[in-house]
């Protein structure tokens, strides 16, 4: 599991522990991280041209003490100080004694930015408020045919939430220090990272409030059939699903469902001889479930679909027109159940379940904020998908999801979403866990689908772009992926797996 924590977390942890070895370590581990950087590229350490962006505080501090110790190493170092009066006096005179040149001429700064083989951005780290000031704005767009490293974050992305106001650096690779910050996991501040190394510093944070699976957690997740299952016991989903003009929604979401893990899975709804023509295995008609997938593709049956499942008292997954209706009832609509409720809304609905001022983009920008304040509105367990999908509970613990792949948005991917994920509820999961396995699992299908046969390219914590090398899949695609995805994540050389898989640390 990655743990992520808050900027008031880090400080506490860091103010248990003296400072400067604190400092000294993170230096370290930047400095060895550019140094590999620059073999890789350059052969040698020695004569790479290396650019320090240093601001005011303990970030810039970091940078200018690792542009010192690779001018030790015989690199070209310069620094450009964003807020020459206060710039980190000891890292400034330990680059000083290097050598380095210092300078604050911004025009100069940005004609090395953009010759530099590498740039280390120590603008601001985890003390960085509301977005980049002026004088470091111009470094986010300027061209560069170096490495840009973030020191600890990308400068202007908020490290509590992703959140970016306005300009932000855009890093090729972070070192991180101590322990994940929510921001980098989270678009659009992922997006800004790239790939994110931690270099430990022996900080104790206390328990993460943002968390983020790895495979060796999605295999513990996972249900196994033991002796004694039978489908009652692996979990019957059942499914309100699909309509006349929609029936297609109705055969992903019980693809999804039954290459998910479902002991059975049981149809209700216009389409079923369709359903079952594509599906044999599927039941129609009433009967025994554990938990229920309620509104895709819906319909004119969606009213009657969701008082019937929100009625139940076994867990429901709610979905598309099914959040839209749930959207004109309001909260209030699921305060009698008695058993827990998922939501899995994309931007568009989840804006529709806010109400007032939300819009879709507003909830693409606050990823992690929407989902915890509709999970708190609601008193469900939500699953915001898109970019980074989270998921929230009403408690404000959250679990960001690093596999996905924006190859995954396209028509019917969320179907197949809330039929895997339905299927981890009918199994036994809590909405928390069936709903972060499911992101996981459908995110790592989505990917072996778009890589085809080829290894799956080298990636991040979080890598939410098409790669080269991938090919654009189709939501039954994905569908059909999700046993080999389940079978990458539980291999017994899950590690290995998760490296082929591109989602090593
Ligand atoms: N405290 C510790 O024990 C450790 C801290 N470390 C480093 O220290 C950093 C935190 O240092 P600080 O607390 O000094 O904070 P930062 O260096 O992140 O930034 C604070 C300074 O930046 C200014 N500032 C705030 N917002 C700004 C903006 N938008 N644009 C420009 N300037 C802005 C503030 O006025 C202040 O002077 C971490 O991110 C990490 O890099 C590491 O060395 C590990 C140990
Ligand atoms: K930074």
């Not at 959140?163 to 070192?175: K, P, S």
């Not at 006349?244 to 479902?262: F, K």
């Not at 197949?416 to 790592?444: C, I, M, Q």
Request: proline share 6%; aromatic share 2%.
């Amino acid at each position: 599991m990655r743990h992520a924590h808050t900027v008031e977390q880090v400080r506490a942890a860091e103010a248990e522990l003296a400072g400067q070895p604190l400092m000294d370590r993170a230096v370290a581990g930047l400095a060895a991280t550019c140094a590999r950087l620059l073999r890789e590229r350059r052969g040698r350490v020695y004569g790479s041209r290396v650019l320090v962006l240093a601001g005011s505080g303990d970030n810039g501090g970091d940078a200018l003490f690792a542009g010192a110790a690779l001018a030790r190493r015989g690199a070209a170092v310069s620094a450009v100080l964003l807020s020459p009066e206060k710039a980190h006096r000891a890292a400034l005179a330990a680059l000083r004694a290097t050598g380095g040149q210092v300078t604050t001429d911004q025009n100069v700064g940005l004609a090395d930015f953009a010759r530099a083989d590498l740039i280390l951005d120590g603008i601001v780290g985890i003390g960085g408020r509301s977005g980049l000031r002026p004088a470091a704005a111009p470094y986010a767009t300027a061209p560069r045919t170096g490495l840009l490293v973030a020191v600890d974050l990308p400068s202007g992305v908020d490290a509590d939430t992703g959140e970016v106001a306005g300009a932000a650096l855009r890093a090729d690779l972070t070192v991180t220090f101590g322990t994940h910050k929510p921001g980098l996991l989270i678009d659009p501040g992922a997006g800004h990272a790239g790939p994110v190394q931690l270099v430990p510093i022996g900080l104790r944070p206390p328990a993460a409030p943002v968390q983020a699976l790895q495979h060796a957690d999605l295999a513990a997740l996972l249900p196994r059939p033991g002796a004694e299952s039978d489908k009652y016991r692996r979990g019957v989903l059942g499914v309100r699903a699909g309509s006349e003009r929609y029936p297609g929604a109705a055969q992903l979401v019980v693809a999804g469902a039954l290459h998910g893990g479902a002991g059975a899975v049981r149809y209700l709804g216009r389409p079923g001889a369709e359903v079952v023509r594509r599906h044999p295995e599927v039941l129609l008609g009433d009967g025994r479930v554990q938990a229920w997938v309620v509104g895709p593709g819906s319909g004119e049956a969606t009213v009657e679909a969701l008082d019937a499942t929100l009625a139940a008292e076994v867990p429901v997954l709610v979905d598309a027109d099914g959040l839209t209706e749930l959207a004109r009832r309001g909260p209030g609509a699921l305060a009698g159940r008695t058993a827990p409720t998922l939501l899995t809304p994309h931007t568009g609905e989840a804006a529709r379940l806010l109400g007032g001022a939300a819009t879709a983009e507003r909830c693409a920008a606050a990823r992690l904020r929407t989902a915890r304040e509709l999970a708190d509105r609601y008193g469900a367990t939500v699953l915001l998908k898109g970019s980074t999908t989270v998921v929230a509970r009403p408690d404000g613990t959250a679990r960001v999801n690093p596999t996905g792949t924006s190859w995954l948005a396209t028509a019917g991917s969320g179907d197949v979403l809330a039929g895997l994920a339905g299927a981890l509820l009918a199994a036994g999961l809590d909405p928390f866990d069936a709903a972060s396995a499911a992101a996981y699992l459908h995110g790592l299908a989505g990917r072996l689908a778009a890589a085809g046969g080829n290894r799956l390219p080298f990636g991040s914590v979080h890598s939410t772009v098409g790669d080269r090398g991938e090919a654009p899949v189709t939501a039954r695609q994905v569908a059909a992926a999700l046993p080999a995805a389940w079978r990458n994540a539980t291999a017994p050389q899950g590690g290995s797996q998760q490296d082929a898989a591109g989602l090593g640390d």
